[in-house]
C-alpha cells in the first residue's frame, strides 16, 4: 500500500511545517544561549568588581609578615589585576554588540563616547571643589592654576580617580 499523507497535506506542506518548526526551537534555543552568556558575564563582573576592591585594598592585612606582604603582592599582580582588562573587553564587546560586523556605525561610537565624556565631565566637577582645596592644585597665581586644571582635564586627566574613563575614550 502506497503511503498517503494526511488528509489536506502535501509532501511539501509537512516538509515546510517541520523546517518551521524546527527554527522556531533553533530561535529558542539560541535566545537561550545568549541568556545563559549575558548572565555569565553579568556574574563576572561582579566577581571582578570585588577584584578591583581588592587592588585598592590589603586582602590579607598590612602587617609586616612575610605571608601578608607576599600574599597581597601576589593577590594584586596575578589575580586581581585581570579586572581592568576584563571592563576594557566588556565595554568593547557591548559596543561593538550594537553594530554590524562589516561596517562601523560612528553614529553609536559618538553617542558612546558622548556619555563617557559627559560622565568624566560631570565627575571632574564634583572633584572641583577637592582638588582647588588641595595644594597640589595651586601652581602660581589663580589664572595659571585654572589653565593647568583644564589642560590637565583635557590631555592628561583631573583626578587620577578618573583614569579610566579617559582611557576608554582614547
Given at each position: 500500500?502506497?503511503?498517503?499523507?494526511?488528509?489536506?497535506?502535501?509532501?511539501?506542506?509537512?516538509?515546510?511545517g517541520a523546517v518551521v518548526w524546527i527554527a522556531n526551537n533553533l530561535f529558542s534555543f539560541?535566545?537561550?544561549?545568549?541568556?545563559v552568556f549575558?548572565?555569565?558575564?553579568?556574574?563576572?563582573?561582579?566577581?571582578f568588581a570585588i577584584f578591583v576592591i581588592g587592588i585598592h585594598t590589603h586582602v590579607?592585612?598590612?602587617?609586616?609578615?612575610?605571608?601578608?606582604?607576599?600574599g597581597n603582592f601576589y593577590l594584586r599582580t596575578c589575580l586581581f589585576n585581570m579586572a581592568v582588562p576584563f571592563f576594557f573587553i566588556c565595554s568593547g564587546f557591548f559596543l561593538f554588540r550594537k553594530m554590524n560586523?562589516?561596517?562601523?556605525?560612528?553614529?553609536?561610537?559618538?553617542?558612546?563616547?558622548?556619555?563617557i565624556i559627559i560622565m568624566y565631565v560631570i565627575w571632574s566637577l564634583i572633584y572641583l571643589p577637592f582638588i582647588v582645596t588641595s595644594d597640589e592644585f595651586?601652581?602660581?597665581?589663580?589664572?595659571?592654576?585654572?589653565?593647568?586644571f583644564i589642560y590637565n582635564s583635557l590631555f592628561k586627566?583631573?583626578?587620577?580617580?578618573?583614569?579610566?574613563?579617559?582611557?576608554?575614550?582614547?
Open positions: 500500500a502506497a503511503a498517503t499523507a494526511p488528509a489536506g497535506r502535501t509532501g511539501f506542506a509537512v516538509v515546510l539560541f535566545n537561550c544561549i545568549i541568556y549575558n548572565l555569565i558575564i553579568e556574574m563576572n563582573k561582579f566577581i590579607l592585612g598590612q602587617g609586616t609578615s612575610d605571608f601578608a606582604i607576599d560586523v562589516r561596517e562601523i556605525n560612528f553614529s553609536i561610537v559618538w553617542s558612546y563616547l558622548k556619555r595651586w601652581v602660581g597665581n589663580f589664572l595659571i592654576s585654572m589653565a593647568t586627566f583631573s583626578t587620577v580617580h578618573l583614569w579610566y574613563l579617559v582611557s576608554l575614550v582614547f
